[in-house]
């Protein structure tokens, strides 16, 4: 059964906006976002903490992307800003009960296609 379920994504033009949404079944501890571009390794791009709501982010989408939580909606979001050519990937949502956001994620997403054109 999938615990994830990835929504939002599509097309968009460059310096566009996006937000993709992830609704979730389980309690987890720990929420991230990953991406994947063709012919790239899946990097993390930010994560968030159910604890206190603390997040983080790549370097690449800092002061661009913003993740937020809705315990009560089950839902993880990753608002997406000024959107470049080169944040076109396959976005993935995961989850984790570790008691600290750690390295590893047990649960994944199917993933959502983010296309963004120049």
């Known amino acids: 059964e999938k615990q994830l379920v990835e929504s939002g994504g599509g097309s968009v033009q460059a310096g566009g906006s996006r937000r993709l949404s992830c609704a979730f079944g389980?309690?987890?501890?720990?929420m991230a976002w990953f991406r994947q571009a063709p012919g790239k390794e899946r990097a993390e791009v930010a994560r968030?903490?159910?604890?206190?709501?603390?997040?983080s982010y790549a370097d690449s989408v800092k002061g661009r992307f913003t993740a937020s939580l809705d315990n009560n909606k089950r839902a993880l979001y990753l608002q997406m800003n000024s959107l470049k050519p080169e944040d076109t990937a396959t976005y993935y949502c995961?989850?984790?009960?570790?008691?600290?956001?750690?390295?590893?994620?047990?649960?994944w997403g199917p993933g959502a296609q983010v296309t963004v054109s120049s």
């Open positions: 968030i903490s159910r604890a206190d709501g603390s997040t």
């Open positions: 995961a989850g984790d009960f570790a008691p600290n956001c750690g390295t590893a994620f047990g649960d």
């Open positions: 389980r309690s987890y501890a720990c």
